[in-house]
């Protein structure tokens, strides 16, 4: 089994709701990341935990939180959204985190966030 | 600092022919390559994994190669089909940044 599920596939949301995207492996990978794409843009990393702990956050906004309860999940809890932070959210998973070297990188289909 | 150059940007076949894509990278210190598909508004789907010590690898009808002296991968997909219209992407983890650095992709359309 080689999925990464994410849920939802869809989410509208205005700027003051809070809601969470979540992600799930169930390939014993022990790091999970988030990335955002925009249209015809390529990814951009978000945040990479490796064996439940945060390992590298790039910059990304407050209003991001990420979560791992478990080596098998992952979230994300949106908070005062902007428009501009509408896009494509993809979740990942590989054997080990990408910065020791060999780990094939696995992505879910995407939740696509629209911020009213 | 890594920088993933995916020439062209775009690319129209008729079916049958056989293509190639380009990846470039500026740092040749890198662990691997890796080759994705994305199919509009989908996530991406693993194509191909070469580790810095391989030069090529296979499946079906894709075979990617990795030249780490030159800075170039590409991405030979033989006998296309409409099926393979997509975008490619590729990615090089490693490099000075340990991070994965994708290009920005080529969309390939191959006609019937």
């Known amino acids: 089994d080689t999925e990464v599920t994410q849920t939802p596939k869809h989410l509208v949301m205005g700027m003051t709701n809070k809601k969470s995207l979540k992600c799930e492996q169930h390939?014993?990978?022990?790091?999970m990341y988030w990335y955002k794409q925009k249209a015809k843009k390529p990814p951009e990393l978000m945040f990479v935990?490796?064996?439940?702990?945060l390992s590298i956050n790039e910059s990304v906004p407050s209003r991001f939180s990420p979560e791992c309860p478990n080596s098998s999940l992952l979230n994300l809890h949106l908070h005062a959204l902007q428009p501009e932070d509408s896009a494509l959210y993809l979740c990942a998973s590989s054997q080990d985190e990408f910065a020791w070297g060999t780990g094939e990188l696995f992505f879910g289909e995407g939740s696509r966030l629209t911020v009213l | 600092k890594q920088e993933v150059t995916q020439i062209p940007a775009a690319l129209s076949v008729p079916e049958g022919e056989n293509l190639v894509l380009n990846c470039s990278f500026t740092?040749?210190?890198?662990?691997?390559l890796q080759w994705f598909r994305q199919d509009p508004g989908k996530g991406l789907t693993s194509l191909l994994l070469?580790?810095?010590?391989?030069r090529e690898q296979t499946s079906g009808r894709l075979n990617a190669s990795l030249d780490k002296s030159s800075g170039r991968s590409t991405l030979y997909i033989a006998a296309s089909q409409p099926g393979d219209s997509a975008t490619y992407l590729c990615?090089?983890?490693?490099?000075?940044?340990?991070?994965?650095?994708f290009g920005k992709g080529t969309k390939l359309s191959v006609k019937p």
């Open positions: 935990y490796s064996y439940e702990k």
């Open positions: 070469i580790q810095s010590s391989q």
């Open positions: 390939m014993g990978h022990r790091a």
């Open positions: 740092d040749s210190a890198i662990y691997n």
């Open positions: 990615a090089a983890y490693g490099g000075s940044q340990g991070n994965l650095i």
